[in-house]
């Protein structure tokens, strides 16, 4: 039988619920309509749904029509509960959206819209309440097309002219062929449908039974049975319990078979199938196998959590709606409160939008949810589920922050025999983008196992913002440089230095604090508009009339959330209820009274010390701590903002062939040497001078004219580093890498035809399991490849080390720690744009010689005659010319 997953949405109060019973009692599923006022409808069968005659969680129902099986998902309405809703869309193949015919569209329904729109899910809508006097159908229509989309589109009008009309206009593919043959076929429609390029409406009364006959035919005829590969597949999109306490994980099979018994993983972690259940209701069938396209609830599994993807499946995006509402939940005297999280961790797993938080410092629980009528709802369940009667303080707003300009995050974490640091670029995002991720390191600066460790220590953590210590939202934080030891540096090394990285940009940014906003829409006699917009005007808000009707005007615009959180209680009282507010949640956006909120928070980043931005450095066999905005005057690593400068920079002006590496002068030199090289030496005599670096390695002016050995010139390139620092190689490096390193040694081989001296290019073959160092000769080159396990940077520092008194050495890297080590050798340095300016600069003058050797130069006879023979030919010339 052909399997269909339908979810139901509505705002609230547009006969959601009605709708549902309506299609399962004429599918035959039913045999009695329930009804919402009556508290007996099929799917509303938890007490407090009931009782407030809204539906809270989602819930599921099997029907059959035709030869098509109907999973039918319904979904709660209200706005509070959207993230429950917004869970249930991942798994859904059609979705039905229900209008009421005498308010229209309202606010919730273009929030759903959007939200279908986003997750890409075909629509088919049902216009209800059209037996009430005053609804007009060729007027909901219009506002159908103009609120929503052009391919909103009468259904129940049959296969008409005008119906192939309209179809065609929505679509290129309908147009030619209804041009072709004067027909479009159903095939066609159902591919438009999916392609959510026309949105077939019926019109009907869910309550009365009316058009809801014909809205079944129109879904089992013009839905398309998606198809499923063979492999095992599922999407997990709730997380339920039943009254016996057994966790339940509700899914979908998105592809193959699940068995009781199978072993499914998510790629983490590995369980078993208990047992399978089809719900309908309260009621559920067990049953040994399900195929794709089934959505059944899971036993056995511990460990899923909703939007994850089991087998082949891949997990979801974060839900796109969030809490921007904080309240305390009060416990009752004697009440432990540590012993009272794991309980509402439980509930935080059932429903996706509680976010509990526990305070340390305050020794407080806070939970994060959508609105108010979520707190009485989880009142309630605590109560029924573990017996406490809990209360609620009055909340607060969710505050986010984000930052205005690009900043690199440096973290450095080197206590004794550890050691990691980490470089984030960290960038300003488009509103409601959240948090994206990226890495554009190189793989000889971080391995590829180290630069994943990164990534995920990134994202497990909620990373605070520095003005209030609200969560960090709107910005791209990419990796783009780190370092790590060899021997020293362990996996919680890279935690520690990509918190602090994350914490010192954001110290060094420029913040921005963000406030929810609500989308509104307020009805309310024209006679009141004037008060409305001055309420709203002093909150911060915008609106404008959209339109005026039988002396009901309506306003929509927007507002934040923390003025408008209980201004419907204000709009029933001076319309004397009269009025309706509709409120959605729009996203965050910079909040209006910045300093008022910083300063009631009372927030200090100094003294946060669960999320430090300073950084730990080593010297002399001891740590110390550097403050965050003294970090990047010890960093390891060179800024990324440093090679860019690097690159863009006019070159300069050198004297001589090798320059001394601009970034570091010689008394930093002397300092880092002294603190370390030096460090113990003065202990042996309390009376010996100790030289200092500056004395040892630059000879005073006295000394100039001394005659000094003339010794052989060796240059020693880290093949590499100057590979991803001259912009034309890096280009060729994702396609040829061999391409990129037959370039640098072709340019360098001409070098040395110029300079005359050794070049030795090393390249990095550490990570090959086996390899042997490897010298070969390319022209006048010495080209090495380092054996397993040594990198460039040490065979550079060993052949530093090792023949620094033999040559004259010069190292080219940009390597800034490596720099600092073979500056301590003795040697000179190149960083990779002056090599790349020298390079230039030689093959000018070769060429510029060369011009001056190809100048042409006339050579005439008189030129080479004596003044005599010159005479004596001028005197002819003039005899020649008398005669």
């Known amino acids: 039988m052909k399997k269909l997953v339908i979810g139901i949405l509505a705002h609230v109060d547009a006969g959601k619920t009605t709708l549902s019973e309506s299609l399962l009692y004429l599918s035959g599923k039913i045999r009695k309509l329930g009804r919402v006022d009556n508290k007996d409808a099929y799917l509303d069968n938890y007490e407090l749904e009931r009782a407030r005659g809204i539906t809270i969680f989602s819930k599921q129902a099997m029907f059959e029509a035709a030869d098509t099986q109907i999973t039918l998902l319904d979904t709660p309405g ?70 929503l989309s052009d391919g909103c589109i009468e259904f129940g009008q049959g296969e008409t002219a005008d119906f192939n009309d309209q179809l065609a206009m929505c679509d290129e593919a309908l147009l030619e062929a209804y041009l072709e043959t004067g027909d479009i076929q159903i095939p066609q429609i159902k591919e438009a449908i999916r392609g959510r390029r026309v949105f077939p409406c019926f019109f009907g009364s869910a309550l009365k039974l009316e058009g809801v006959e ?40 998105t592809g193959g078979r699940l068995k009781v018994r199978d072993v499914i993983n998510n790629g983490v972690w590995e369980e078993k199938v208990n047992q399978i259940r ?28 909703p939007g994850e993807g089991l087998g082949i499946e891949e997990a979801s995006n974060a839900p796109i709606l969030e809490p921007v509402l904080s309240y305390q939940i009060l416990l009752p005297e004697g009440c432990d409160p540590r012993v009272m999280i794991p309980k509402l961790r439980l509930l935080e797993e059932e429903d996706p939008e509680l976010h509990i938080v526990w305070d340390e410092q305050l020794k407080e629980i806070q939970v994060q949810i959508m609105g108010q009528v979520q707190t009485e709802v989880l009142q309630s369940l605590i109560q029924s589920r573990f017996g406490i009667e809990v209360s609620f303080d009055s ?33 300003p995002g488009e509103r409601q983008s959240g948090l994206q991720f990226g890495v554009e390191c190189r793989e000889d600066l971080l391995g590829k196992s180290w630069q994943r460790l990164i990534l995920s220590h990134l994202e497990e953590k909620v990373h605070k913002g520095v003005l209030t210590g609200s969560a960090i939202t ?11 030891h060899n021997k020293h540096t362990q996996g919680g090394d890279f935690r520690e230095a990509t918190y602090r990285a994350v914490r010192q940009g954001l110290k060094e940014a420029e913040s921005i604090l963000l406030e929810p906003y609500y989308a509104f829409h307020l009805e309310l006699p024209e006679k009141m508009v004037g008060r409305a917009m001055t309420d709203i005007e002093k909150m911060h808000g915008t609106c404008q009339v959209t339109h005026i009707e039988d002396e009901i005007a309506v306003l929509g615009g927007t507002a934040p959330v923390a003025a408008m959180r209980n201004y419907q209680k204000d709009v029933m009282a001076y319309t004397k209820g009269q009025g309706r507010l509709f409120c959605s949640l729009k996203g965050y956006e910079p909040c209006h009274n910045t300093k008022e909120v910083i300063e009631m928070v009372g927030y200090d980043s100094e003294r946060d010390v669960e999320n430090p931005a300073d950084s730990v450095f080593c010297a002399n066999g001891a740590s110390f701590l550097v403050h965050w905005d003294e970090v990047k005057d010890y960093m390891n690593v060179e800024s990324c903002f440093q090679k860019k400068d690097d690159l863009l920079e006019e070159p300069a002006e050198i004297q001589a062939s090798y320059s001394e590496e601009k970034r570091i002068d010689p008394k930093e030199i002397d300092r880092i040497l002294n603190q370390t090289y030096y460090a113990n030496q003065a202990k042996k005599s309390v009376w010996q001078k100790r030289r200092t670096a500056l004395e040892i390695n630059y000879k005073p ?24 620092a001259w912009p034309e190689l890096k280009g060729l490096v994702d396609g040829n890498m061999d391409g990129a390193r037959m370039k640098l040694l072709d340019s360098l081989s001409n070098y040395q035809g110029i300079r005359k001296c050794q070049i030795i290019v090393v390249f990095d073959a550490y990570r090959v399991q086996g390899h042997l160092e490897e010298i070969i000769d390319y022209g006048n080159l010495h080209v090495v490849y380092t054996r397993e396990a040594q990198t460039a940077d040490q065979y550079i520092e060993k052949f530093a080390h090792d023949n620094q008194k033999k040559y004259n050495i010069v190292v080219a890297t940009s390597d800034g720690l490596q720099q600092i080590i073979i500056r301590g050798a003795g040697c000179s ?10 390079i230039e600069r030689a093959n000018e003058r070769v060429i510029q010689a060369y011009q001056e050797k190809q100048a042409v130069n006339f050579n005439y006879l008189e030129n080479a005659l004596s003044v005599e023979i010159k005479q004596q030919l001028d005197e002819l010339l003039q005899e020649e010319k008398g005669k």
């Open 701 to 724: 002016t006295a000394y100039i004219n001394e005659r000094k050995e003339t010794k052989e010139e060796y240059l020693l390139v880290d093949g590499y580093n100057i590979i991803y």
């Open 395 to 427: 909340g607060k707003i969710v505050y986010k922050e984000t930052i205005a300009n690009v900043v690199e995050g440096v973290g450095h974490f080197e206590p004794l025999r550890h050691y990691a640091e980490v470089h984030l670029l960290m960038e």
């Open 214 to 253: 014909a809205f079944i035919h129109g879904i089992v005829k013009y839905a398309g049975i998606p198809s499923y590969p063979d492999s095992f597949g599922a999407r997990v999109f709730k997380i339920g319990r039943d009254e016996q306490e057994n966790r339940l994980t509700y899914m979908k099979i």
């Open 78 to 147: 209200h706005v509070d509960f959207s993230t429950e809703m917004e869970r249930t869309l991942q798994v859904l193949d059609y979705a039905i959206l229900v209008i009421s015919g005498v308010d229209g569209i309202q606010g919730h329904t273009k929030t759903l819209w959007r939200l279908l729109s986003i997750y890409q899910i075909p629509i088919f809508l049902f216009i209800n309440k059209m037996d009430q006097n005053g609804t007009d159908k060729r007027k909901i229509t219009n506002e159908l097309k103009k609120q």
């Open 474 to 484: 709107d910005m791209k934080i990419t990796l783009v440089s780190g370092r790590a």
């Open 829 to 838: 340095l190149l960083s990779a744009r002056e090599l790349k300016e020298e």
């Open 278 to 305: 089809i719900y309908s209701g309260q009621k559920f069938e067990a049953v040994n196998e399900v195929e794709a396209g089934s959505v059944c609830a899971v036993t056995g599994l511990s460990q899923t959590k």
